[in-house]
């Protein structure tokens, strides 16, 4: 069977000191199977899109912030990650400069 992940990006803020990192506390759609947990921000890449620009738009949609720097840090495979037991395949991104202010909180 051929591997064909659902292709993401995960995205980990910094603060301008690098003491704190930016988070999503997924705690308002009693559905979500990942109720309570931290994550970085992030989500699919849409069709036409390289894995640089879906970080960007990731991170503006869900914190209201532009990156201004980031390094690709590596990636991870999640097998069964899905609702449906899909394949994802995440590229991890440390974001170390930004500029505007996050949100306050957002949908998740």
């Known amino acids: 069977m ?3 992940p659902i292709v993401a990006t995960l995205g980990y803020v910094l603060s301008p000191d690098r003491r704190q990192v930016l988070m999503i506390h997924r705690n308002s759609r009693p559905d979500d199977m ?3 947990k931290y994550n970085g921000l992030g989500g699919k890449m849409e069709p036409g899109e390289d ?3 879906c970080m960007r738009r990731e991170i503006l949609e869900e914190a209201g ?3 201004e720097s980031m390094s690709l840090r590596g990636t991870l495979n999640w097998p069964g990650f899905g609702k ?3 394949d994802w395949l ?3 991104f440390v974001i170390d400069r ?3 202010t996050p949100h306050e909180g957002n949908h998740e």
């Open 34 to 36: 990942h109720l309570g």
């Open 90 to 92: 995440g590229f991890i």
């Open 65 to 67: 912030i532009t990156c």
């Open 84 to 86: 449906h037991g899909e």
């Open 98 to 100: 930004y500029s505007g």
């Open 2 to 4: 051929p591997y064909t």
């Open 51 to 53: 894995i640089a620009a």
